[in-house]
């Protein structure tokens, strides 16, 4: 399960173009849990990341 957490140490900067209905929907959910944007956006990758399936066709050798 998905569960957002609140600290971080190291950061670095890149820019990045959501789409507007997908930045409403985590702007949305940082508000919610009172925390800034940029840390659920980098929650959600995390988790997509740990939770991906990966192809066996695609894995670099």
Do not use: H, W
Not at 23 to 38: G, R
């Amino acid at each position: 399960m998905f569960k957002l957490k609140r600290e971080y140490t190291e950061y670095e900067n890149k820019s990045l173009r959501l789409p507007k209905d997908l930045i409403e929907k985590v702007q949305a959910l940082a508000n919610e849990n009172q925390m800034s944007f940029n840390k659920v956006v980098i929650q959600c990758i995390e988790y997509a990341l740990g939770n991906m399936e990966r192809n066996v066709d695609n894995q670099e050798k």
